[in-house]
């Protein structure tokens, strides 16, 4: 399957015409999903609330939510799509129309990466995590996956002392491009955290997943990939989650910018998360709904067009349940973005020191509900001081 074009994702545009675009593009609400928590997973603290659901089960649940809106899922290999299986996934989205659009490679769990996956000094275990990535990629052309999410779930450490970083990064990214060359043609899609399981991870923040992709895609020498590159496509893009992005007590808007100024946005993970904290995978929408309308709004500034993974961790409610509120979350607030004024919203933006407090009275009363009692704006914006 050929790669998605992102290189319009980085189109810089004037004031005018970006009020243009915003009022001619609108967000295609395409979701995705994990297959990994449509079955309850393990946890320190307590038992499973709920049974373990085998593969088959889930792909049951999956189909269940097509005519919500459910469209594609994803997939880790070797554990959740193999060689053993394959046929299954296959007849799944030839009788559904549901995609599998991501294999990712497994290089967080197995004993044998407790030092690391591509970043291990150990030689042998960083093989076998460059050779699992090499099968995860041709699995993903297989399939006809988009991309593949790469996570450096294992490749970190809590004592830096002593430890050669710099040396660290260079075996992640000789590694990543030694298997993305073996498997042409391959898009990787990069997810950063900052913490969690280990007590720093490695490239964990939006900003370090794009510098992680220019340094690999500088190594790449396969034939097919320069050609790719020399046309100005992306190999190693981004999947940004928003829980991560706040765990590391970032802007959700401002990281997602990073990216899409560079075609690099390859699919994105969406929940919620109070900043700081550990990893909780909450349904979209429950913590930190302002953050989600603006990073909507980054998206369809710059046009994004690839899908919305949803990735969440619904232990106490049904995970058809979980699924659908996340998805309308995601509806309704791209219902508020597209019902903005964008000509008085770019103008604002642009011209602040003319329009002073007029976004934030503006946006309060697009979140108000109708027949608020909320006085008229400019009341709201009628001052005394001078100002």
């Known amino acids: 399957m050929p790669l998605p074009d992102l290189r319009a994702q980085a189109t810089s545009r004037t004031a005018d015409e970006l009020v243009k675009h915003l009022n001619a593009f609108e967000l295609d609400l395409k979701f995705s999903a994990g297959i990994w928590f449509l079955s309850p997973a393990d946890s320190r603290f307590h038992g499973k609330y709920k049974p373990d659901l085998p593969i088959e089960a889930r792909l049951e649940v999956a189909a269940s939510l097509k005519d919500y809106g459910l469209g594609a899922l994803e997939a880790h290999y070797p554990n959740e799509i193999n060689e053993d299986n394959v046929d299954l996934w296959m007849d799944f989205q030839r009788d559904t129309g549901i995609r599998l659009v991501t294999v990712i490679p497994l290089l967080f769990y197995d004993p044998q990466f407790e030092f690391g996956s591509l970043s291990n000094p150990d030689a042998a275990p960083r093989r076998v995590a460059i050779e699992r990535a090499k099968e995860a990629f041709r699995m993903a052309q297989r399939v006809g996956a988009d991309f593949s999410v790469i996570w450096a779930g294992i490749d970190g450490y809590e004592n830096p002392f002593g430890i050669d970083l710099a040396g660290m990064r260079q075996r992640f990214v000789e590694g990543m491009a030694e298997a993305i060359d073996e498997v042409p043609g391959t898009r990787v899609a990069f997810e950063p955290k900052p913490y969690e399981p280990r007590g720093r991870l490695l490239y964990g923040l939006t900003p370090e997943g794009v510098l992680l992709g220019h340094q690999v895609e500088a190594q790449l020498s396969n034939p097919q990939n320069r050609s790719l590159l020399n046309d100005g496509h992306k190999l190693v893009c981004m999947n940004p989650e928003v829980g991560h992005v706040l765990m590391g007590f970032e802007d959700l808007p401002y990281a997602l910018s990073w990216p899409l100024s560079e075609g ?112 008229p704006i400019d009341q709201a914006l009628s001052t005394s001081t001078g100002d």
């Not at 690099?264 to 302002?290: F, K």
């Not at 919305?308 to 973005?337: C, H, Q, T, Y």
């Not at 770019?346 to 009692?373: D, F, T, V």
């Open 264 to 375: 690099r946005l390859a699919h994105t993970h969406w929940n919620s998360q109070p900043l700081g904290n550990y990893d909780q995978d909450l349904n979209v929408g429950v913590i930190s709904p302002e953050q989600m309308e603006a990073g909507l709004y980054t998206l369809k500034m710059h046009g994004y067009s690839e899908w919305f993974g949803i990735d969440i961790n619904p232990e106490r409610m049904p995970v058809d349940v979980a699924l659908k509120n996340s998805m309308d979350a995601l509806r309704a607030a791209n219902d508020r973005i597209n019902g903005l004024d964008h000509a008085a919203v770019i103008e604002a933006a642009e011209n602040p020191s003319k329009h002073r407090g007029w976004l934030e009275a503006y946006l309060i009363r697009q979140r108000a509900p109708r027949g608020s009692s909320l006085p």
